[in-house]
């Protein structure tokens, strides 16, 4: 795997848990 790629994985993973927490929490804490 490529640096490049390995950015790009662990950005989607972030923003994946971004998701799931802005799902998780109230809407009122965003």
Same mark, same amino acid.
């Given at each position: 795997?490529? +640096?490049q790629e390995l !950015? /790009? #994985?662990l950005?989607? /993973?972030k923003n994946v848990? !971004? #998701?799931f927490l802005k +799902? !998780?929490?109230p809407k009122e804490t965003w």
């Open positions: 795997m490529t +640096e !950015l /790009s #994985v950005d989607m /993973s848990q !971004l #998701v +799902e !998780l929490l």
